[in-house]
């Protein structure tokens, strides 16, 4: 059985940096792609970030690219996830996962960004 555990998320203010963490259990977690998702109020749940299985391979969405980074420690099973220039869009419940994503996502950690 899968979990996903994600932490890390706060309220801070425009400018600041946060880190994300997402540990994974109950599957072959260095052996998946792994992907950062965001949903905002009333809105479906976005792409984020991906990461190939060693890291080699990084992929960003247009509106984070050269503000986040996505990065991974498979010794630990955990995924992570630099956010650095926040502004008010990035708030939002972020949710880690593999790719295909596994049944029942975790919680999600609530990243908030005031202005």
């Known amino acids: 059985q899968a979990q996903l555990v994600e932490s890390g998320g706060g309220l801070v203010q425009f400018g600041r940096s946060l880190r994300l963490s997402c540990v994974g259990s109950?599957?072959?977690?260095?052996?998946?792609?792994m992907k950062w998702f965001r949903q905002a109020p009333g809105e479906e749940r976005d792409f984020v970030a991906g990461i190939s299985k060693t890291g080699n391979t990084k992929s960003y969405a247009a509106s984070v690219k050269g503000r986040f980074t996505i990065s991974r420690d498979n010794a630990k099973n955990t995924l992570f996830l630099q956010m650095d220039s926040l502004n008010p869009g990035d708030t939002a419940i972020y949710y880690c996962?593999?790719?295909?994503?596994?049944?029942?996502w975790g919680q999600g950690t609530q990243v908030t960004v005031s202005s």
């Open positions: 996962n593999s790719e295909p994503p596994r049944p029942d």
């Open positions: 109950g599957f072959m977690f260095s052996a998946s792609y």
